[in-house]
């Protein structure tokens, strides 16, 4: 039950495509960002032309389909379907609500995982982050998933809203039937991001983090979960290693932006773009140029960004690096 680093493979390709940014729910830390992400849906001529400019035939890359509420997307089945076809091995995040009979359009052979999000294990603690009655939807729907074969993943986004009731979720997903476990600490992105006041703070104490994430990764493990969530900080020994430099990550939104770094996507900072279905390289200081950086607080674009994360010792060094947001562990069953 020891947890070990899942270190960049070189070639590595992540490709995560908002299919739409429009949803059902609003989650109080949602990261889109209508004003940087756009409000429009893709559709399935364009969407699979998209496609069709990350795929490589014959060898597999790991396609993540997202919104917004990606179910909400009439031809989402036939999108996985084409995806299968180009290589992709394919997922679906979903908010749990599976519109226009989800289930019933697509098999379990043709997707590789269906993950759902949810943020407690009970509907006093998520429903106050996402909305109400989304606990039981939500549950209600993975109880139907597993029911007829598909794999299934569950997301779990940290704050201080919900650290305190982390523990409890290893026991709801053994329930459900859930075999793989994402615990995601929150990112200051969209909405978090204008969390200003001290009494709305999203974030955990570093401290409290790995006081509490690991122990739970470790219970879960050990009741048949594999689970998965951020270094977020590295360890004195640990060098630091940013995903851009090695893996390719790209990060796709339905306005044609096309970003490598999560954290750049508040801001008009993407280095590639799409045009015309043609991926294009834009020209100029962009995120890409920041990725071979060298710091002592580790992460270049958190430094930039997020400052106000980095806490210091009394002679000006960082009292922990931040990793590159990429960079997960995992502890399997």
Known sequence: MTARTVDFKAGERNVFLHLLTACNLSCQHCYINPSQHGTGTLSTTVALEWLRLFARSGQQSNLILLGGEPTLHPDLAQIVRAAKSMDFGVTVDSNGYLFHDFLEQVQPRELDYLSFSLDGPDATVNDPLRGKGVFATCTENIRRAVEQGFRTSLIYTVSSRNIEQLHRMPALLSELGVRRFFIQVIGLRGKSALAVQPEEQWQVEPGHWLEVVPKVAQQAARAGIHVTYPKVFLEKHESFSCAGRVAENYFIFPNGRVYQCPLCEDYPLHQLCIENN????????????????????????????????????????????????????????
Do not use: W
């Open 278 to 333: 043609r991926l294009v390289k834009r020209d100029g200081l962009y995120e890409n140029r920041f990725f071979a950086l060298d710091i002592a607080e580790g992460c270049v674009m958190n430094k930039l960004l997020q400052p106000d994360t980095i806490e210091y010792i009394a002679d000006g060094k960082p009292k922990h690096r931040i990793s590159c947001c990429m960079l997960k562990q995992e502890i399997l069953p």
